[in-house]
Structure formats: C-alpha cells, structure tokens
C-alpha cells in the first residue's frame, strides 16, 4: 500500500486521512483472513477431529453455529470498513471474500483437485496484491498486475505444503488434494515446478520493459523453492506441529517477497 502510494507520487492527502486509510484496508485485510480462517475451520470439522482434534470446534469450546456467526461479523466488519476506502477496493474485498467462501462451502471448491489452489492462489496472491495496491494506486498498470500474477503463480505451486498434515483426513471426506492424490514426492517436484516458475518470470517481465530491471534480484527467491520441496518431502515424517515446516518457509519466501518487491517500488519510483 505504501508502495502504490510513493508510486501515485499524491501530496494532496492530509497525513491523518493517509493513516485512516493505510489502516482501515490493512484491517480490511486481516479481518478477511479471520474470516476466512473460522469458515475454513467449522467446514472441516470432520476432518479436524481426525487430524486436529485439539481446534476448539472439535473439543466443543465453540460450537458450529457459534464459528459461522463469528465469520460471517468478520466479513461483514471487512466489507463495511472497506467502503471507507473506495469502491474499488471494496470490489477486490468482495472478491476476495467469494473465493474464500466458495472454497469452504457448497459448492465447496476445496474438495477438487487443482481448482482448491486455485481459489487459494487468486485470492491471495493475484487479488490479495492488486487489491492492496489499489489503495492509492492504479492496479491495472503492468506492475502490479505483473507482480500479482507471480504471487498467484507461487502459491499455487506452494499452497500444497497445508494438505500435509490432512493427507488421510482429506481423503476420508472426498477432498483431493496433491499431496493425497500423488504422494509428497510428486507433490513436491510439481510445487517446485511452479514456485521457481513464479520468480523467473520477473526475466520476460524485465525483458519486454513491463517492470524496471531493479526487480531483478528477487528472482533469486526461486532458489527457496528447492527448500520447500525438499521440506515437503521430508515434513510428511514430522508430526510434532500442526503447520509444516514447508508451509512455514512457504509464506515467510512470500512475505519476503512482498515486503522486497515494496522497497524496490518506493527506493526506485523516481
């Protein structure tokens, strides 16, 4: 957000409203998670008292209706407060919102092989980063969309590294995912493909002058893929913790890349 706002070079916005506006969608954004999250958890209850049983909803701490009244004031409190951001991006929330939605409930997208990282990959990559560059910024301009579309096409490569834990769970429900469906190894080497895939698109981007070649050093982040294949293979052996090790680097290569790609944008918007 601060990136599309150097970017958009505005200086006719009072630094109070700047605030409001940085924090509001930076909420907007978190309460989609937290959404998202409990969604997520009251839908799998069935596979969470296989796999996670210690999650509140299985110990009965929470109940079911209790979870689906807590998500739906979460989206309901996003959407709100992203109308006092603008339109647009209150459009990106929505859309957001539908993904995850639908990716929990019926039609309950989740449950098909490749379509469930899909709608992992599109709303948190490709919309999650266009969505946060719209807060001050053009986001149909080639650099956001450009970066957007590496995001989308690392977490689709990645986001396979969250099955690991589910494998038998998700097969008792009908759920496919890759890690079920073709074993860790397979997994792995198609996650690999993706995730070095995403960053080495910063070349043609470079090449054919869609973004400046300062972005070029963060297609070394290509070589964290190899890590997180080899941890998704390995990881399936670990049952100490509920996230993998695989999913931990995971996010913490895209976090690093995110938060990159912003210093890049602001250091060189001159």
């Known amino acids: 957000m601060i990136a599309s706002l150097v970017n958009a070079q505005s200086t006719d916005v009072s630094f109070v409203s700047l605030l409001w506006t940085l924090l509001s969608a930076s909420f907007c954004f978190a309460f989609l998670n937290g959404a998202s999250n409990v969604l997520n958890q009251v839908t799998d ?13 299985p110990q009965g701490i929470i109940s079911p209706k209790q979870a689906y009244q807590v998500s739906l004031f979460l989206y309901m409190t996003a959407f709100l407060l992203s109308l006092t951001v603008h339109i647009l991006f209150s459009f990106f929330v929505v859309l957001i919102a539908f993904f995850s939605i639908t990716y929990s ?11 469930n990282q899909i709608w992992v990959a ?9 969505g946060s560059w719209s807060v001050f910024g053009n986001p149909f ?3 956001p969309l450009g970066m957007g579309c590496i995001a989308a096409l690392f977490l689709f490569g990645g986001t396979a590294t969250k099955d690991i834990r589910d494998a038998s769970a998700d097969r008792t429900v009908g759920t496919r995912t890759l890690i079920n469906t073709f074993g860790p190894k397979k997994a792995a ?4 493909f993706f995730m070095t895939s995403a960053f080495a698109l910063i070349f043609p981007l470079v090449y054919f002058q869609l973004i400046n070649a300062s972005f070029l050093p963060l297609a070394a982040l290509s070589l964290f893929g190899t890590v997180i294949a080899w941890l998704m293979v390995q990881d399936h052996k670990n049952k100490k913790c509920e996230n993998t090790a695989a999913w931990t680097v995971m996010y913490a290569t895209y976090f ?15």
Request: glycine content about 4%; hydrophobic content about 55%.
């Open 45 to 57: 209850l069935k596979e969470d008292i296989i796999s996670k049983p210690y999650r509140p909803i």
């Open 122 to 130: 599109l709303p948190r990559g490709f919309f999650g980063f266009i």
């Open 256 to 270: 690093i890349f995110a938060l990159s790609f912003a210093v890049i944008a602001i250091v060189f918007s001159a």
């Open 189 to 192: 080497f198609f996650s690999l």
């Open 105 to 115: 409930l019926k039609p309950r997208v989740k449950k098909y092989l490749f379509l």
């Open 141 to 143: 301009e080639p650099l």
